[in-house]
């Protein structure tokens, strides 16, 4: 394993090879989607009659199947921050697009968007303060912290003007830092997201739930309400058991410090400083945005795209990926400033 140093960045470079990927890899990849496969292969030395023939057997990283076919294998870094060691995974090739994750499951459950997008970007997703770390809510922060978080990691990669692209929870982050430096970024693409968290019973239930009730992990009653947030029942159960594990990362006592955060949040103050070309995604048999909230938004941000996904529920950054990304690269490719292959 390669180590580079810059500044206070590090690339584990390789880490994520194909073939010869360490032990860290190997252990981190099943959990992105990825599956070990074996494949005998034989080569016949034709130079000259009678040629040796060698049989091997390869080991190589295969995608899953809700995975692109061609997905890129990503490649691990840490950004250590001012007040926590961000982690991060990098894909493809391209000019950068950096994501942020959404309120449970981290790096992990967006990789199959990353996955997508990085056929055309170089795509960076990373963890957010206290993923990785629970005992880093003892030090309470707010959205604003969350928000100066991203502008310190793309000071530190040296990311000048890259596209930001939150899901849910990540989507309040990515506006507020549209809004806050408007200098910072290219464009911004929000999926999932509202601008005030407005009170319903299943947001009321999941805060009580969250705050007052211990859960054990991998809990397959609790595990029945994530088809909801898929907008109608998976029936995919590789795809649904990718998402309740990676969900399940999450420590209960992140979730519940960052649904408060999002109970919280009002994104109506900051929606008239954005300047960049906005992307608002929905998904269709999304149950969280509001009409009256996605009408503030079109209205309030002077350079605005609102799409819908059929079909897809606050989850379609991962059961509708493709379509997700495909949207992103057609505003993009529109709006002058891009080129995108």
């Known amino acids: 394993m390669n180590t580079t140093v810059s500044g206070r960045v590090f690339s584990i470079a390789g880490n994520f090879d194909r073939q010869s990927g360490t032990e860290s890899a190997q252990k981190s990849l099943p959990s992105l989607g990825y ?13 000259q009659q009678g040629g040796a023939t060698v049989r091997a057997t390869l080991s190589l990283w295969e995608p899953a199947t809700f995975l692109p076919r061609c ?24 000019q950068p697009l950096v994501i942020v994750p959404g309120l449970a499951g981290g790096v992990g ?3 199959p968007l990353a996955a997508s997008l990085a056929q055309q970007f170089h795509v960076l997703a990373y963890q957010l303060r206290g993923e990785n770390d629970p005992f880093a809510l003892r030090r309470r922060f707010t959205l604003a912290d969350l928000v100066n978080d991203l502008a310190e990691l793309l000071d530190l990669l040296c990311l000048e003007r890259p596209v930001v692209f939150g899901v849910s929870f990540g989507g ?41 009730f211990p859960l054990p992990s991998d809990s397959p009653f609790v595990n029945q309400f994530f088809h909801l947030f898929f907008g109608k029942r998976c029936d995919d159960p590789a795809l649904f ?50 009409s009256s909230g996605l009408r503030e938004m079109e209205q309030r941000i002077a350079q605005v795209e609102h799409v819908r996904i059929p079909g897809a529920g606050h989850l379609a950054f991962v059961s509708h990926a493709s379509q997700v990304a495909a949207v992103v690269r057609r505003a993009l490719t529109r709006w002058s400033s891009f080129t995108v292959t």
């Open 35 to 47: 599956r070990r496969v074996k494949i005998a292969a034989t080569h016949s030395d034709g130079s």
């Open 71 to 94: 997905s890129p294998v990503p490649q691990a870094g840490v950004a250590i921050l001012r007040d926590y060691t961000a982690e991060y995974l990098a894909w493809g090739q391209g």
């Open 109 to 111: 459950l967006v990789s």
């Open 172 to 212: 309040i982050i990515a506006l507020q830092f549209a809004a806050r430096f408007p200098h910072r970024v290219a464009a911004v693409v929000a999926q999932g997201v509202d601008v005030t968290f407005a009170p319903s019973l299943l947001r009321r239930i999941a805060a009580i739930v969250l705050r007052e």
């Open 241 to 290: 058991e990718f998402v309740t594990r990676q969900c399940w990362n999450t420590d209960q006592s992140v979730m519940a410090y960052r649904f408060r955060l999002a109970e919280e949040m009002n994104l109506l103050p900051f929606l008239s400083a954005i300047r960049a070309p906005t992307l608002l995604i929905t998904g269709e048999l999304d149950i969280l945005p509001t």
